[in-house]
């Protein structure tokens, strides 16, 4: 299995800050990558597919990057409704994988 | 509007299996180009995906559980189904359906879960 691994595990960031997270392959997975919000109660949402296009109806200020088996997460201008747990996915094999999450925290 | 519910015990005994039906409004479990899912996430952990299947029944499933996975759909009823049998307690966990979308790029396709149904615990124990 491709393993994913994110970092930080877990963050505290203030609001208006920019945020940054990565995400890791132990294989390149060809921009096979999704990222996912996970609010405590609800269920996972699609951010961004294909490394960095945008899932429609999510604010500008999520971006995502990255090639080979690097990518990251950039929260630009950090809102209140954006503190939650962030996931990778790689769809690159027939075995998806997650990242283990990033937790975003109120400092 | 497509929605995702899913249904069935909250409780299972270990060594049994755990069936769970997700039922989809809105849109056509039939569809040749999308495929359903299922995940799980553990109490405390991260996300795993569990299988993906299509309405012409073929299954994708992770390794780590295949021998014990079988997913199924109901077209005519417009849901599908997981079981999982022989569960102990690190099966405990909230389940999730979902669609698998994807997005035809200029060279290739991308496969993501863009819409899921809210999740529902199930606990192991006798």
């Known amino acids: 299995d491709i393993q994913m691994t994110q970092s930080p595990s877990s963050l505290s960031a203030s609001v208006g800050d920019r945020v940054t997270i990565t995400c890791r392959a132990s294989?390149?997975?060809?921009?096979?990558l999704n990222w996912y919000q996970h609010k405590s109660g609800n269920s996972p949402k699609l951010l961004i597919y294909?490394?960095?296009t945008l899932q429609d109806g999510v604010p500008r200020r999520f971006s995502g990057s990255g090639s080979g088996t690097d990518y990251t997460l950039t929260i630009s201008g950090l809102q209140s409704d954006d503190f939650a747990t962030y996931y990778c996915?790689?769809?690159?094999?027939?075995?998806?994988?997650f990242g283990q999450g990033t937790k975003v925290e109120i400092k | 509007q497509l929605q995702l519910q899913e249904s069935g015990p909250g409780l299972v005994k270990p060594s049994e299996t755990l069936s769970l039906t997700c039922t989809v409004s809105?849109?056509?479990?039939?569809?040749?180009?999308?495929?359903w899912g299922w995940l799980r996430q553990p109490p405390g952990k991260g996300l795993e995906w569990i299988g993906t299947?299509?309405?012409?029944?073929?299954?994708y499933y992770n390794p780590s559980l295949k021998s014990r996975v079988t997913l199924s759909v109901d077209t005519s009823r417009n849901q599908f189904s997981l079981n999982l049998n022989s569960v102990i307690a690190a099966d405990s966990s909230v389940y999730y359906c979902?669609?698998?979308?994807?997005?035809?790029?200029?060279?290739?396709?991308?496969?993501?879960?863009?819409?899921w149904g809210q999740g529902t615990l199930v606990t192991v124990s006798s």
């Open positions: 996915q790689q769809s690159s094999s027939t075995t998806w994988t």
């Open positions: 294909a490394t960095s």
């Open positions: 294989q390149n997975i060809n921009s096979y």
């Open positions: 299947i299509y309405s012409s029944g073929s299954t």
């Open positions: 979902a669609r698998r979308g994807f997005y035809s790029g200029s060279k290739r396709d991308f496969y993501y879960f863009d819409y």
């Open positions: 809105g849109f056509s479990v039939s569809s040749s180009v999308y495929s």
